[in-house]
């Protein structure tokens, strides 16, 4: 652990909050060479000039070496910049497919770690694993035994992204059938099963006068802190909740919504969801105008736009606040629509 503690300071607690990338690069290799890979033997090539063909040409930050084959590609950015911008990930999938390499990694103010896309059936590389700057992180041991030179091997590697493609698999699974789960069709079949249970001791005119007053509905417990995992509600005593204009609706429509809008990308709202969160991504804040400009192909764009940042019984569901034209996310929703936006770009992006 001492050998990740050290990266750490090289990597970040040394490091001027203004510092340049240039200056950033030399501390990469630095770390590098602690990790045993030498700068003067060149197994640490720095911004390479690759001919591919006779017209292609690539200069790839660092790559890491041994008796001049390439091993893996590391991609430096400034400590300051946003590790989340796609064309970082479309980048390093260029360089994979060029070099013909399983992963890649890219440095900032994390280490992310990427597998070519080719292994998880996609068209751009996938990401692996997120290992933060923090002393005594378990993955930075993880990342220390895999890159350094004396323990470096394409065996613990493939056998590395394996584990962790299996694991992107099963959260994939769990995550297709919370979605599922969270539907009327399974609030229906709780609530058939409830009728069930009562017609075994009541009539069945007395069973249906109850349950005609009640509504079932499933939650993810996990999503936000009002969540409860199951809950049955009877609107005539607890009016509030079902009245339209209650937070606890408002957040069931998003549970509801957004998630079929990522998967329905041509959909009206989904286009302009979509849209504000690239423009979210390139800049902080993104205000109406600039919506609209992007949206500009949207029929109709100004009366969907008000359906999503307004709470009412009839909208789609409340994702936008807007203050002085300046647009952001709306705050009891916004974790969870930013959780579904990175699960979007994984699928579509690219």
């Given amino acids: 652990m001492e050998k990740w503690n050290e990266l750490c300071f090289i990597l970040s607690e040394s490091i001027p909050s203004n510092a340049s990338e240039q200056v950033f690069e030399l501390k ?94 996609s068209n751009q590389s996938e990401l692996l694993e997120r290992i933060s700057f923090k002393k005594d992180n378990p993955k930075g041991l993880e990342f220390i035994n895999l890159f350094q030179k004396e323990t470096f091997s394409y065996q613990n590697i493939e056998k590395y992204i394996q584990e962790k493609i299996e694991s992107i698999k099963e959260n994939q699974t769990v995550e297709n059938l919370k979605n599922e789960i969270t539907t009327t069709e399974y609030s229906e079949y709780l609530k058939n099963e409830l009728k069930n249970k009562l017609l075994r001791e009541q009539s069945e005119s007395v069973v249906e006068k109850v349950l005609e007053d009640f509504k079932i509905k499933i939650y ?55 849209n504000y969160m690239k423009l979210r991504e390139q800049k902080t804040p993104v205000t109406f105008f600039e919506l609209e400009k992007a949206c500009e192909r949207i029929k109709n764009f ?15 569901a409340k994702v936008f606040d807007e203050v002085g034209r300046i647009i952001s996310l709306w705050e009891p929703g916004k974790s969870f629509v930013e959780k579904e936006y990175e699960k979007f770009k994984r699928r579509y992006s690219g």
Avoid at 42 to 69: H, M, W
Avoid at 235 to 247: A, E, I, V
């Fill in 220 to 274: 993810d417990s996990t999503q936000t802190e009002i969540q409860q995992t199951i809950y049955v509600q009877s609107p005539q005593n607890d009016s509030d909740n079902y009245n339209g204009t209650s937070k606890e609706l408002e957040l069931a429509k998003i549970y509801k919504k957004v998630p079929v809008w990522f998967n329905k990308p041509n959909q009206k709202n989904s286009q302009i969801l979509i």
């Fill in 28 to 121: 990469v290799i630095q770390a590098f060479e602690k990790l045993g890979w030498s700068h003067f033997k060149r197994e640490i090539s720095v911004r390479e000039n690759i001919q591919l063909g006779a017209s292609n040409r690539i200069t790839p930050d660092i790559i890491i070496k041994s008796d001049d084959t390439n091993l893996f590609v590391i991609e430096v950015k400034n400590p300051s910049a946003d590790l989340k911008n796609p064309s970082y990930q479309n980048q390093l999938s260029s360089y994979m497919r060029m070099l013909r390499l399983n992963f890649d990694i890219l440095i900032g103010n994390e280490i992310k770690i990427f597998v070519d896309g080719s292994l998880v059936d």
């Fill in 302 to 316: 100004r009366s969907s736009y008000q359906a999503m940042k307004t709470i009412s019984e009839r909208n789609n």
